[in-house]
């Protein structure tokens, strides 16, 4: 995948793509949620959208603890602010999904430089970072950039920093909504790592994959496209498509 003396970027999103965020939150909510804890994760995804939302920027660490208050108050399940300001304290038992390091791995011996734009805080990512065997060439907090995905901060602040053309960046993701959709409106060439199965409209995405080999495979696909069109565009034509046994029409 070389593109002469140009680096070639791979930006990720981490906590649900490469942390196993769910299993990782719910486990962390387990000691005080009771039999809430279910209906709390769903009511918090919901709460925490829209207090990222909310002005002035706030940092992640209150972001958790004021969704998670609000999404207690919805369920009727009793948590106090104590026990929600702990769950920054439990962020390094979050572990990373087990195919994640050989994806990693395999970009690298392409000659990929990785990246990371999350929507968290500096000191909680550096917890997570270390996790990692190698670490990342770059990494964007929502700290950082002052602001929280699905907003374009960190996409355009990680193309201030490394002046990198959109025909040499490929940005992967399992959020539709904090990721896919805010990369397709900027025109950044974007690979849906759909873990979950959400059922969100695939053609959003350059590429939709199921798994990690999956990813590997789109985003060669995606930079190799490009060579052959010649072409400074982003998409260089290319629509969404499904890799793998999951090939459309497959």
């Not at 990494?139 to 960190?154: C, D, I, Q």
């Not at 696909?221 to 046994?245: C, H, K, T």
Request: charged residues 25%.
């Amino acid at each position: 995948m070389s593109a002469g003396t140009r680096p070639r970027w791979v930006t990720f999103d981490c906590f649900g793509t490469l942390v196993d965020w769910q299993a990782g939150f719910a486990a962390m909510l387990a000691p005080f949620a009771g039999d809430s804890q279910q209906d709390l994760v769903g009511a918090y995804h919901a709460s925490e959208r829209l207090v990222e939302r909310e002005q002035p920027h706030r940092s992640y660490k209150d972001v958790l603890a004021t969704a998670l208050m609000r999404a207690a108050d919805q369920c009727g399940a009793r948590i106090s602010d104590v026990d929600a300001r702990t769950l920054a304290r439990s962020w390094g038992s979050m572990r990373l999904f087990d195919d994640v390091e050989r994806m990693l791995a395999e970009l690298r011996q392409k000659g990929c430089r990785l990246a990371v734009l999350t929507n968290c805080d500096d000191d909680l990512f550096e917890i997570t970072h270390r996790g990692f065997r190698h670490p990342f060439d770059l990494f964007l907090t929502a700290e950082r950039v002052r602001g929280y995905k699905p907003a374009p901060w960190h996409f355009r602040a990680f193309e201030r920093v490394t002046r990198v053309r959109r025909s040499d960046w490929v940005h992967v993701a399992c959020s539709w909504y904090h990721d896919i959709a805010p990369a397709q409106a900027l025109g950044i060439k974007r690979v849906w790592f759909d873990r979950e199965r959400t059922g969100e409209d695939p053609s959003s995405a350059s590429f939709h994959a199921h798994t990690a080999a999956d990813v590997v495979g789109a985003i060669q696909a995606l930079f190799e496209s490009q060579n052959d069109a010649r072409s400074p565009g982003p998409e260089s034509g290319i629509g969404s498509r499904e890799v793998s046994s999951r090939r459309a029409g497959a």
